[in-house]
């Protein structure tokens, strides 16, 4: 090979290379495209190191195991609240939070079974049974909500943890 050959492989090796984080970006944005809250969704995905060379199955398992990791942490939010929580009324929503977001974290998890399995069906429901915890503790107080900004974080996650495996089938 003559040195003018060696450059022009070596040349179009980078370009091609240099376009695949592109491809993902836009495999990314692509899904995205079909969420609500699609700022959060490329947000959430882009965030994740691993996005770069996922599948849409993979983005949507990313998608899926921050949803789970904002359920945990709503749950670990609700439990420093009952430590210093003295309404009656403000305990006992937020007891009935914790049933609804320890549903929530096995709904998830089973979520996350499914979705290796590609049983995507089953993630839909789990994942739409979990929204419905979280939209279920929000609706428990008879005023404002400590929660509110969590609870409506969890929502629009599984909102796009949706929106993904909805592509997938």
Known sequence: MNT???FCFVTLV???LSQIPHVQ???ISNACSKALYKDLCEKTLRADPSSGSATLGGLAKI???A????????QAQI???LKTATDKSVIAALKDCSDNYDSANEELGDSLKAIDAKHYDDVKTWVSASMTDGDSCQSGFKGSSPLTQANTKF?????NVLAL?????
């Open 67 to 74: 949803a789970a990791s904002s359920a945990k942490n709503t």
């Open 4 to 6: 003018i050959s060696i």
């Open 165 to 169: 495996t909805n592509q997938l089938g």
């Open 25 to 27: 970006g836009d495999l």
């Open 14 to 16: 980078s370009i091609g």
């Open 63 to 65: 998608a899926l195991q």
């Open 155 to 159: 929502s629009q996650l599984c909102s």
């Open 79 to 81: 439990t420093s609240l």
